[in-house]
């Protein structure tokens, strides 16, 4: 019956919780459900989600059939607690409570205590014979209401309530006498019908439909929409409202109100977490105006805390709640959030939700759960969610030490570091050289830094997004990035870094925390991550779950130890363009771009290739027989083209060519669009003897190996099979005549990159060539969208915010376009090679979302950055759990 405008529950209402948390909201829902299993829950009734939009419809006005309707909802609490709402002899107060499908912040707080006025709080003095409490109740409510619903200002009843406290020489609210309170609500009546040239409704029905009112009213309020927007939650959910009797915590000394997590929501532990105040109502507890009291006597002991517990002051009800924690854990099979206040000694549980946890606490209360047999390993593999596990793969800021920021930027890439400040590449190296840790402190990032961020234990940027090519590289390489700082300058002529009011020098000590995008001065303490434990075991777990094959993106020895360490299967993208932009080697390969012709290339190539073969060796050695797919040189060729006076010297000395000379090739060689210029395949197909090259490094490398890969040789940007036909030429050619001075043969493949739309549309005649495909996603998003990632920062932002794309491109694959086109991709490849090996290898790779659109698409693994890998692993399982 999902067009009930009221929907009882506790006191001897039929269970309702069965219409979900869509129709009642998740408050409302877990209360019914609390209600059902029969819990101890103040009986009420929720108004349904569906009568909001009904409420917006009119314009801001409450439908006349739920008007009619509340009378009835009114009926079931006063029968079930015995007062009557408005009754003067014996009244009725309920609170009016707010709760959408999800819990979210920005809606309109709960009023207390409704129902109040001159009468009714004489017959609640009489009824409880406790008068103080009475008017304690009725100015609470007179300040809640005036706040919430009437929109005035919560300072003017505040001050009123200082200058009282003040003038009667105390300091806590419950000091304040009978009469001083009775005066206090004088007042308060005065302030309302002065501000807002009407007198305070009296009549309780009144009260209610504006307080049902306001809760609707919250939904499109300014807070409100901006969280929807911020976490995609639609408007058409709209809110419920509960109306629940009053249980009062503020009734003195054997009264209370607290809350509590059923275990500790930072480390997991199985130990109840929590705080209360005795005679105090709701709101007072994270108010601050108090300080509350644990819950158990173990945490107050460890905290060192004044205030006895509940456990010691409250034994009875503590042994009940005690109870009501484990009975909601095996009832909800998750750790709970709860909310709860005693009456007199009795208790009441007000609230109860799934527990926000962090990511540490997230693993080890699924692995407890399995363990006390709350949970199957397989729903333990659902529950974590991936994203979180990035807050525990990097160092994180020690939370107890001290922090002074000074600057804040993007978080751009996770984890926390601390180091000199250096402002240039080649200074990171140098001093990282001499064993220092540093931070790399630029303007903005290009490929010329790429050894400079590798030395450097974080990196900083004045300008640049979350897509921006230091933010993108950091997350490949593991560094913690702050990128668009735009609070700092930095003066490349005095070598300093100004950060509001503080100068500092190349060499000053900073910290960063990548994950909240902060900068300090001085160094913070950091947290290594633990990966054995809890975490283990999730992984244990979830890889006994997946179907796909989850390889890193890398190159480094160190990064491919990383990759194998986080779970690696292999390597799914060495860029061997990284390798190349090593200090010792970029003049050599500035040379062999430059050189005027393939004789002058030869003595170049001749001389890169021992290094890059010894570059392979290593990386072999550590991935023990794993498959690496190696990419041979893609970047467009101006990320090389010397840039200072001394490059020129120096490149010119390597190739034996004048300065001069060198100035007009490098003229000739100006792209006015590189990233759709000579780049990728193109190279290999005007300057075949690199791509030679490469391949014989990779093969002798190979040959060397007690256990050999079986490498993988990708062609990227190829557009056509004519590319690919001729680049494979090139390697099977150079192939055997290595296998040939070798004596002996080793397997190898050869296949190419997926990343421009006219190779997914030809996939197939592709295939007949190709042994695998991998898709790079980065490239194949750009080219599909026609959105240069380096220069969407200015607008994208605003593109996701209008609703153009749901997120960003670059991070979550765009399903609707650029997915469609590796669909087609993935089908027309098969059709022609039906063991056509397929991966991904671009940030989609480490995507939650995008792995499990991919999963879909039977890919054979999903490439990422090393420290991904996990993240990427539990994603995998849950995408293989899902269907
Ligand atoms: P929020 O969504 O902000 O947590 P709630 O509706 O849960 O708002 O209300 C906040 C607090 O108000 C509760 O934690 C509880 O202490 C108090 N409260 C709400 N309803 C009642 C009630 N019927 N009796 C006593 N206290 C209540
Ligand atoms: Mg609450
Ligand atoms: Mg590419």
């Not at 606490?361 to 199957?376: K, P, T």
């Amino acid at each position: 019956m999902p067009d009930r405008l009221v929907v009882p529950f506790g006191g001897n209402a039929a269970p309702a919780h069965w219409l979900g948390k869509a129709h009642l909201g998740g408050k409302g829902a877990n209360l019914c459900e609390m209600a059902a299993i029969g819990l101890p829950v103040p009986p009420g009734f929720v108004i349904p989600t569906p009568v909001c939009a009904r409420y917006h419809e009119a314009g801001g006005r409450l439908p006349e059939a739920l008007l009619a309707k509340l009378p009835e909802g009114l009926a079931h609490i006063e029968a079930a607690v015995g007062a009557r709402f408005g009754d003067p002899a014996n009244p009725l107060l309920v609170s009016v409570r707010s709760g959408a499908r999800v819990s979210m912040p920005g809606m309109m707080d709960t009023v207390l205590n409704l129902g109040l006025n001159r009468e009714t709080v004489e017959g609640l003095a009489r009824r409880s014979g406790n008068r103080r409490f009475a008017y304690d109740s009725f100015r609470r409510f007179i300040q809640m209401y005036a706040d919430v619903v009437l929109g005035l200002d919560h300072y003017l009843f505040e001050d009123a309530l200082e200058l009282m406290k003040d003038d009667r020489g105390v300091t806590l609210d419950t000091a304040l006498t009978e009469a001083d309170l009775e005066a206090l609500v004088g007042q308060y009546l005065e302030i309302v019908a002065k501000e807002r040239g009407e007198p305070f409704p009296m009549d309780p029905m009144a009260q209610l439909e504006g307080a049902v009112a306001a809760v609707f009213g919250s939904w499109r309020s300014e807070r409100a929409t901006v969280y929807r927007r911020l976490n995609d939650i639609p408007e058409e959910w709209g809110t419920a409202v509960t109306v629940q009797a009053m249980i009062f915590g503020n009734m003195g000394e054997t009264s209370a109100t607290g809350v509590a997590f059923t275990r500790d929501p930072a480390t997991g532990e199985r130990a109840i977490y929590g705080e209360y105040l005795v005679n105090a109502q709701g709101e007072d507890v994270v108010a601050g105006i108090r300080t509350p009291q644990y819950l158990t006597k173990a945490a107050r002991e460890r905290a060192g805390a004044a205030g006895a517990s509940m456990e010691e002051t409250m034994p009875e009800v503590f042994k009940e709640l005690s109870q009501v924690f484990t009975l909601l854990e095996r009832h909800y099979r998750d750790m709970q959030d709860i909310e709860f206040t005693v009456q007199e000694g009795r208790l009441f549980i007000l609230q109860t939700r799934s527990g926000k946890r962090t990511a540490r606490a997230a693993l080890r209360i699924a692995c407890d759960m399995v363990a006390e047999g709350l949970i199957g390993e397989d729903e333990a593999v659902r529950r974590v969610d991936p994203a979180v596990l990035d807050q525990l793969l990097h160092p994180t800021l020690d939370p107890k030490a001290e922090r002074q920021v000074i600057a804040t930027g993007l978080p751009a890439s996770p984890g926390a570091a601390s180091g000199a400040i250096v402002l240039d590449s080649a200074e990171a190296e140098r001093r990282a050289g001499l064993g220092e840790t540093v931070i790399l402190v630029r303007v903005e990032t290009s490929p010329e830094d790429i050894a400079g961020m590798h030395a450097a234990r974080g990196i900083l940027t004045a300008r640049g997004g979350m897509t921006s090519h230091a933010a993108v590289v950091a997350r490949g390489m593991g560094r913690p990035c702050v990128s668009g700082a735009g609070g700092i300058a930095i003066d490349p002529e005095t070598r300093t870094v100004r950060a509001g009011s503080h100068v500092l020098k190349e060499g000053d000590i900073i910290t960063l925390d990548g994950a909240t995008g902060e900068v300090m001065l001085g160094e913070v303490p950091t947290i290594e991550p633990e990966l054995s434990g809890d975490f283990a075991t999730l992984m244990a777990w979830a890889d006994r779950h997946r179907r796909l094959k989850v390889r890193a993106n890398a190159e480094t020895p160190a990064d491919c130890r990383v990759a194998r360490q986080f779970g690696a299967e292999g390597i799914g993208l060495a860029r061997t363009e990284h390798m190349f932009f090593d200090p010792d080697r970029i003049g050599l390969v500035r040379a062999m771009i430059l050189a005027a012709d393939e004789a002058a290339r030869a003595p170049i190539l001749a001389r890169l290739l021992p290094l890059q073969r010894a570059d392979f060796a290593e990386m072999f050695a550590v991935m023990a027989g794993l498959p690496v797919t190696i990419r041979l040189l893609d970047p467009p060729l101006h990320e090389f083209l010397p840039q200072r006076e001394a490059d020129y010297a120096e490149v010119a000395e390597a190739s034996g060519v004048s300065v001069a000379g060198l100035k007009r090739r490098v003229a000739e060689l100006h792209e006015m669009n590189p990233m759709l210029g000579h780049r990728g395949c193109r190279l290999g197909v005007t300057y075949p003897d690199i791509y030679a090259m490469q391949t014989r490094a990779i093969l002798e490398a190979a040959l060397q190996q007690a256990d050999p890969p079986v490498p993988e040789i990708m062609i990227p940007l190829v557009a056509t099979r004519r590319e690919l036909d001729l680049m494979k030429a090139v390697v099977d050619e150079t192939a055997e005549a290595v296998f040939a001075e070798a004596g002996r043969r080793i397997p190898y493949l050869v296949g190419t990159m997926i990343e421009l739309p006219r190779a997914a549309l030809v996939a197939d005649s592709i295939a007949e060539t190709a042994e695998f495909f991998s898709f790079g996603t980065n490239d194949l998003t750009q080219t599909t969208l026609g959105i240069s990632r380096d220069d969407a920062a200015r607008f994208l932002a605003t593109y996701v915010e209008k609703g153009i794309y749901p997120k960003d491109p670059f991070v979550t694959l765009d399903v609707d376009g650029v997915g469609q086109l590796v669909r087609l991709a993935v089908e027309r490849g098969r059709g022609a090679r039906p063991d056509l090996k397929l991966g991904i290898c671009g940030e989609h790779g480490g995507d939650p979302a995008s792995i499990r659109f991919v999963a879909g698409l039977g890919l054979d693994y999903v490439s990422c950055s090393p420290w991904r890998v996990p993240i990427a692993r539990l994603a995998a399982a849950q995408a293989a759990l899902a269907d």
